[in-house]
């Protein structure tokens, strides 16, 4: 079936960087944009980052640009954000997440992982 | 900007009927579609609506969404209620005029 498994989350002191991970399976990884998507606790949800299904385009959330990096490794079915300069505000649950468009992203979403949790705190 | 509204609670009995809107408050939805996702306490949010009125497989037909451009909303409609569907549902879309992705802020469907 179906699935986006997300790795990599942890407790990290401000300033630091950490790199998440998506695995993707059940679907065509190379057809499709995918996204991360975060939620801080208690709060509501918040698009991070895309990248097109031929890694040409990336777009980023103002409030991450500059500091996040989304990646893709066809041979592994997997996508990265890696996230530097963290700060407390990018305290969240991320979640990957894949866009229903096919060669193509418009930025709507069907597939969802089960997210992994960032704690920004020293 | 495009901004969306919700309304923060909804309520229904199990059964019955109900609507929950996503009104652009500010801007439009400009021929962006809108989606729906609903969210578990404690779980990852799901997809139960893409693209206006497009159900996932596995999203039960009593699941629906729609548009009114007149008033630039849209809305889900889930009958026949069930204990299930008690969740936090998201409506999302694309502001393409700055090109961010926006969400509502959630409404909290209660199945009395």
């Known amino acids: 079936q179906v699935q986006l498994v997300e790795s990599g989350g942890g407790v990290v002191q401000p300033g630091r960087s950490l790199r998440l991970s998506c695995a993707a399976s059940g679907f065509t990884f190379s057809n499709y944009g995918m996204h991360w998507v975060r939620q801080a606790p208690g709060k509501g949800l918040e698009w991070v980052a895309v990248?097109?299904?031929?890694?040409?385009?990336?777009h980023y959330a103002d409030s991450v640009k500059g500091r996040f990096a989304i990646s893709r490794d066809y041979s592994k079915n997997t996508v990265y954000l890696q996230m530097n300069s963290l700060r407390a505000a990018d305290t969240a649950v991320y979640y990957c997440?894949?866009?229903?468009?096919?060669?193509?992203?418009?930025?709507?979403?069907?597939?969802w992982g089960q997210g992994t949790m960032v704690t920004v705190s020293s | 900007n495009l901004l969306l509204t919700q309304p923060p609670s909804v309520s229904g009995s199990p059964g019955a009927t109900v609507t929950l809107s996503c009104t652009a408050s500010?801007?439009?939805?400009?021929?962006?579609?809108v989606q729906w996702y609903q969210q578990r306490p404690g779980s990852a949010p799901t997809t139960v609506i893409y693209?206006?009125?497009?159900?996932p497989s596995g999203v039960p037909n009593r699941f629906s969404g729609s548009i009114d451009s007149s008033s630039n909303s849209a809305s889900l409609t889930i009958s026949g209620l069930t204990t299930e569907d008690e969740s936090l549902y998201y409506c999302q879309s694309f502001d393409g005029s700055n090109s961010f992705v926006v969400f509502g802020g959630g409404t909290k469907l209660t199945v009395l």
């Open positions: 990248i097109s299904f031929d890694d040409t385009n990336e």
């Open positions: 693209e206006d009125n497009q159900r």
């Open positions: 500010s801007g439009s939805f400009a021929g962006n579609s």
């Open positions: 997440v894949k866009d229903v468009s096919e060669y193509n992203y418009i930025f709507a979403f069907d597939i």
